[in-house]
């Protein structure tokens, strides 16, 4: 009850309309469709014999006790402590570790379909994206992400009761800020969304998409400067995000405009992009300026010097880009498990043609496209800007929800940050920017029990992210294998 009268007071204060749930609501009874995926139920657990890697970046703590009671954790304790308070269940986790659950920042809950596809990577329009409503909630938190960001939606409404359902406890996933529809301009090759018509327009899709309980929004490729204004002040006016894919609007233009974050790290910065022209999405939609952005030479530190100044956050969606690298995405039996068989021919035509190119002069670019992506990332970082991550489940279909979440953290270590840094992005990082970090993205008492249970080290291997036990969300154990096997051959279909 306590939990309530706070929610709905800080719904007051920050102005939410009425109606919108916050992106942490409070626990509810799970109903009799999420029980099953349950092995851990709430109550007073002690972790113990665990490797803690709290999400701050910290080194790991080795051989603690986490202490979990009811929807919060209660502490964490280093090994010479005493053994688990009467009452708790212990859990000996020798050999294991726990961390943060992941916030997950670009993470659609649709996947791309190209109708009649062919090994030459031939489609038939429309291109369409259906959602996964069945399946993508429980991948993610199959795989740790227990907050995540819609990060552009072409079914808001369904979007939106997939929300209220998992929050009521009736159906399984993360908690979810959930993004309105694209706010796309004119001209959209999406067939699913609106095309604004001016800059009135946009402020009155924001102001609708506010009411029916959207938390955040997302500029698309095709805005204007004036419908990307509109969008912000109507936003901000609420106390809610923007972020943006962009490519008719440049990341300065944007930065200067007011937007909260950018999506795609440095990919889709038109800039410098020949024969830009203002408002107009260019040809190049980003890979011209990124082949010229070079990570510390002049137009890279004017950049990043402007977007560190005006507080603009960078998402990092490695995995979606990683699948254009000739020879470079592993082919994942795991992922392949969930796919529906259409999903994986489609994949496989699209992955050989990827891997035909290496050595082309297209292969090469995309090559070199990622590395300056991944340097400038780095620079970002060392700016003091915030990255946040997401894996952007789209692409060419290799990138799959929650198997990218992790993924994602794998290439920000390859980029070079240390296995505890790149964690602290996906976690801590996702936190900040959603203004939760009093409440999730690290360990540490007082906070929701969101964190999830892997087997060995990832501190020292940062593969062994993959090796998901159990995910706790608000306290309960959610069991990785069983909402996998769950969701077996069904990603791609619903
Ligand atoms: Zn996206």
Redesign the pocket.
């Known amino acids: 009850m306590k939990l309530h009268l706070l929610a709905a007071a800080a719904a007051f204060v920050l102005g939410a309309p009425i109606g919108a749930a916050p992106v942490l609501a409070p626990p509810a009874p799970l109903g009799p469709d999420v029980q099953p995926l349950v092995s851990v139920p709430a109550g007073q657990i002690a972790l113990t014999h665990v490797r803690v890697i709290d999400g701050t970046g910290a080194a790991p703590v080795e051989d603690a006790t986490v202490l979990i009671d009811g929807t919060k954790i209660a502490a964490v304790q280093p090994a010479s402590a005493a053994a688990a308070p009467a009452g708790y269940r212990a859990i000996d986790l020798s050999g294991a570790s726990v961390i943060p659950g992941l916030v997950g920042m ?1 993470n ?1 809950m649709f996947y791309i379909a190209r109708p009649n596809i062919d090994a030459s990577g031939h489609f038939e329009d429309p291109l369409v994206v259906p959602q996964m409503t069945f399946s993508a909630p429980r991948l993610y938190l199959a795989n740790g992400v227990t907050t995540m960001r819609t ?2 939606s072409v079914e808001p409404y369904a979007d939106l009761n997939v929300k209220t359902e998992i929050d009521a406890g009736r159906m399984t996933g993360p908690h979810m800020d959930v993004t309105g529809p694209y706010l796309e301009g004119a001209n959209s090759p999406f067939i699913q969304m609106h095309q604004l018509r001016d800059a009135d327009d946009a402020r009155r899709t924001v102001a609708f998409w506010a009411d029916q309980g959207a938390t955040s929004f ?1 500029a698309y490729m095709n805005i204007t400067r004036a419908e990307l204004k509109a969008a912000i002040d109507e936003a901000h006016r609420r106390h809610l995000k923007i972020t943006g ?1 962009l490519c008719s609007v440049t990341y300065p233009e944007a930065a200067a405009l007011g937007i909260d974050d950018l ?2 790290g440095f990919f889709v910065n038109t800039q410098l992009d020949p024969g830009k022209q203002p408002d107009k999405c260019s040809d190049g939609t980003g890979t011209p300026t990124l082949l010229a952005m070079k990570p510390g030479s002049p137009e890279a530190n004017a950049l990043i010097k402007l977007l560190v100044d005006h507080h603009v956050a960078i998402t990092s ?1 490695l995995p ?1 880009f990683e699948q254009s690298v000739p020879l470079h995405a592993p082919l994942q039996p795991r992922q392949m498990e969930v796919m529906s068989p259409q999903a994986k021919e489609s994949y496989l035509y699209l992955r050989n043609l990827a891997a035909s190119r290496a050595g082309t002069k297209r292969g090469d670019e995309a090559t070199e496209s990622y590395k300056n992506d991944l340097g400038l990332e780095r620079q970002f970082v060392a700016a003091g800007g915030l990255l946040i991550a ?1 894996p ?3 692409g060419n279909g290799g990138v799959i929800p929650g198997f990218g979440d992790q993924r994602e953290i794998e290439l920000l270590v390859e980029a070079g940050f240390s296995p505890v840094e790149a964690i602290r992005i996906g976690t801590l990082n996702g936190a900040t920017y959603l203004g939760l970090a009093d409440r999730i993205g690290s360990i540490a008492p007082g906070k929701n029990a969101d964190l999830f249970i892997v087997k060995g080290n990832p501190a020292a291997n940062i593969a062994d992210i993959e090796n998901v036990i159990v995910v706790f969300k608000d306290g309960v154990g959610y069991e990785s294998r069983k909402l996998l096997d769950s969701v077996k051959g069904r990603y791609g279909q619903y």
Do not use: A, L, R
């Open positions: 670009h659609h990060t552009g997302k894919h999506e795609h969606t979606v997401g952007d489940p789209t």
